[in-house]
């Protein structure tokens, strides 16, 4: 499973050592636990969430870790890899991709897996909730421009037929509409140099409308007996809706797009800062410092405001042992 099939007993007996080597530097190191993530970048997201949920344990982060041929590697195949020998002072934390849908087997805390339950740590730093306070804190000024929770809303309904149509089709024929292509079709123009803002993304939305309806009218006719109720209801009972689906499909691509955007509308806050002297400056800074809007998106998880926050955080309280009086047992 995961990787573990083919393991010759030389390759299962380097996981085995490994995993018990890092649980005794968490414990030397006074942690709860080793955790083994998926990349740097994903020690940000998990060091937040623990820290949040569990403020008085600390957690020892390895993001890389040498594989059966000797090689520092990375990546959630390698996170997988350690499956047999993960324990309450071992474990992994991993991007669910399209595994929390799938169901897929073994992916859960009782096997010592946690997982973002979005597609990747990006659709949680691109909840819709969260990005007005984002810009306030970038420019001091409020967001009146842009309403972020209709945008990715109205996105989301977008591409949702397109999303029930790339999931039957994994079920069905994975080759007919893979991931690679559903994700070329995702794209909305806004991710731009200079990204239209107007109208609240009008155009843009109003170009992936064209793209991606052209394709979904494709398939109705080539497949006119494909049961896609099922699969709306199979998925909307693990919480992907028409509006929520900007959560479910590639966390990059969501990411950049909703980055170009923010960045957009901060430069326009100030520049119509009416009140701030030096605005020109401010600007300037903004574009100087060209990760602060990056490093806000990052810094922020509006905590039991959705699903998948909420999944998280009962998979914390169960693993740790906790009762949660706002979910269910």
């Known amino acids: ?20 080597r890092f649980s005794l530097d968490a414990k030397m190191l006074r942690c709860r636990a080793a955790v083994h993530v998926e990349n740097k970048d994903d020690i940000v997201f998990w060091g937040q969430i623990f820290r949040y949920f569990c403020p008085k344990e600390r957690f020892h982060f390895l993001s890389v870790s040498r594989n059966e041929n000797g090689k520092m590697t990375s ?12 324990s309450p002072v071992f474990f992994i934390c991993i991007d669910s991709d399209y595994r929390y849908l799938q169901q897929e087997k073994g992916i859960n805390v009782h096997h010592f897996i946690f997982q973002t339950y979005t597609y990747s740590i990006e659709n949680h730093y691109c909840f819709s ?27 989301s309904r977008i591409i949702y037929d397109l999303f029930i149509w790339h999931l039957y089709f994994l079920n069905s024929d994975p080759t007919c509409f893979p991931k690679y292509s559903f994700n070329q079709y995702i794209n909305a123009a806004a991710c731009k140099p200079a990204p239209s803002i107007r109208d609240n ?62 960045k957009e509308v901060c430069k326009v806050l100030l520049k119509n800062a009416k009140d701030r002297k030096n605005t020109a400056e401010a600007i ?25 926050i909420k999944l998280i955080e009962k998979d914390i309280n169960h693993f740790f042992g906790r009762q949660d009086e706002n979910t269910d047992s």
């Open 129 to 155: 909730g969260e990005l007005d306070e984002i810009c306030s804190r970038v420019t001091k000024e409020q967001n009146n421009l842009f309403d972020f929770r209709k945008f990715l809303s109205d996105y």
């Open 75 to 86: 990546g959630v195949t390698q996170c997988l890899k350690y499956y047999r020998y993960l």
């Open 201 to 262: 993304g009008k155009h843009s939305l109003d170009e992936l409308r064209r793209k991606v309806e052209g394709r979904v009218r494709h398939f109705h006719r080539e497949y006119p007996s494909a049961d896609l109720e099922f699969i709306r209801e199979k998925y909307g009972k693990l919480g992907l809706m028409p509006e929520t689906t900007y959560l479910f499909v590639r966390g990059h691509n969501v990411y950049d797009m909703v980055s170009c955007i923010l």
């Open 1 to 20: 499973m995961f990787g573990m099939r083919h393991h010759t007993p030389g390759r299962e007996d380097h996981y085995a050592q490994a995993a018990k």
């Open 284 to 308: 300037a800074g903004l574009y100087r410092e060209k990760g602060s809007v990056d490093t806000e998106l990052k810094q922020r998880i509006k905590y039991g405001s959705y699903d998948a």
